[in-house]
């Protein structure tokens, strides 16, 4: 593809902190080339706003390839921008044209206010995962890979929820903020596995406990979720959820 | 975990909403069936003793309340979840993600279930009210038609009445629109909660929710379309 630069002009969100009510600021980026990251462009953005003694933009970001969950920026009425299956690190400038208006929000839903700018917290979901994202096995010698049989389709299903790097674009393009593909994608990885099975119960019931008391939405099946989601979760793990949710409620003794 | 935590739960909400819509999906399905007798062109007498049938038979008389409690239960569980579920973004997005994600219809069934209510209460106005309760303000029961030495209340005719207003026709047909894309998404999203994910039954269910969706709203529509035109003799 051919290299060009580009002049933009950004709406960003600007927020001092939690309690304050925040608006939308226009910046103007030159020379923005086509192979930067949307995020390097925002790097220049903000060595911009340094040198003009202004304060740059909040953002969160760690790996900036793809796999760490942390960028969480909401580009034109989409989580991580236009391109589908990516994160907004991954996503590139040539996804836009000289002369675009770009419109960055931050993640919308109670669940996650807003902390600063572009940043929001996201706790909510480390406390999902607490409640029962786990298994409970002794340490010591890991044992030998092949004392479980594990039927393959259901490793890959599994491998393909537990690829969910809990960003939280799902929560942002549901209508009803609701959190159930991340919880659905970290409940299935588990329940898929012999290793998960003996706590499944117990672990989707505390899981949707959890999810409810933060302050998560319903799942209405819009589908909105795997639409945006960096790693194409499937919302056939929702339904799965659901199954689980439900044959647990039925029969659990407590 | 305690019943009253399974259906406060959000899930437990959504179980609620899906088991009452896939009950209320089958008595569409008894409700078209029955009405299409209309079409049988005796001047209503099969419709007439089908509708007598229904209304005199205790075990279908017990079954209309289990109707009524699942649409009210589908009713209010619907509007708690919507105010609940619009409650969990106080600052909304400057740009929507709009159906680049989802189906408008998929998104709005809190509104077409609003549509289909102001519907249902006119419908029941119409037909319910008359042949249950004996007919309340300017509708009152027709007089009985005589089948075989034995009097049926003439429900049929009473159809006809209310099929010459074309403004009664319109909101009708606009009830069976609305009807048609809730079901559209209702219908699937009912078996997903319920928690279907294998997809050789997701397939099927897909292919027949689209086909319920359209063909049960288009004959319904179709009764007071061809009522009101003098199709049917």
Partial sequence: ?254 | MTWKQLFTSSVGKKFIMALTGVSLIAFLIVHVGLNACIWANDNGEMFNKAAHFMGSTVVIRIAEVGLFVGIILHIIQGIVLELDNRSKRSIGYQVPLGNRGSKWYSRSMGLLGTLILLFLIMHIYHFWTPSRLGGIADIQPLPPVNYDGKEYHNLYAEMITVFQSLFVVILYVLGCISLAYHLLHGFNSAFRTLGLHNQRYVRIVKATGVAFSIIVPFTFAMMPISMHFGWIQ
């Fill in chain 1, 1 to 254: 593809m051919e290299h060009y630069n580009m002049n933009l002009t950004l709406k960003v969100w600007k927020q001092k902190n939690k309690s304050e009510r925040g608006r939308f600021e226009t910046y103007h980026v030159k020379n923005i080339s086509s192979e930067m990251s949307f995020l390097e462009m925002f790097d220049v953005l903000n060595e911009q706003l340094i040198e003009e003694g202004k304060e740059p933009i909040a953002f969160d970001h760690d790996c900036r390839e793809g796999i760490c969950g942390m960028c969480s920026m909401y580009i034109n009425g989409r989580p991580h921008g236009p391109w589908h299956g990516t994160t907004t690190c991954q996503l590139h400038m040539r996804a836009f044209k000289d002369g675009d208006t770009i419109v960055v929000e931050p993640w919308r839903a109670n669940a996650f206010p807003v902390l600063k700018d572009l940043t929001v917290d996201r706790n909510a979901f480390d406390r999902i995962i607490q409640a029962g994202g786990f298994i409970s096995v002794n340490t010591g010698n890991a044992q030998d890979g092949n004392n479980i049989p594990i039927e393959k389709e259901k490793a890959d299903q599994a491998f393909a929820a537990a690829a969910c790097i809990g960003c939280g674009a799902c929560v942002a393009a549901c209508k009803n903020s609701s959190a159930m593909l991340f919880v659905s994608a970290k409940v299935s990885h588990l329940a898929l596995l012999p290793q998960g099975v003996p706590e499944k119960k117990t672990r989707v019931l505390n899981m949707i406990a959890q999810m409810d008391k933060e302050g998560f939405g319903s799942c209405t099946n819009t589908g909105a979720c795997e639409a945006v989601c960096p790693k194409e979760i499937s919302l056939d793990n929702i339904a799965r959820l659901n199954k689980e949710y439900l044959n647990a409620a039925a029969v659990i003794d407590k």
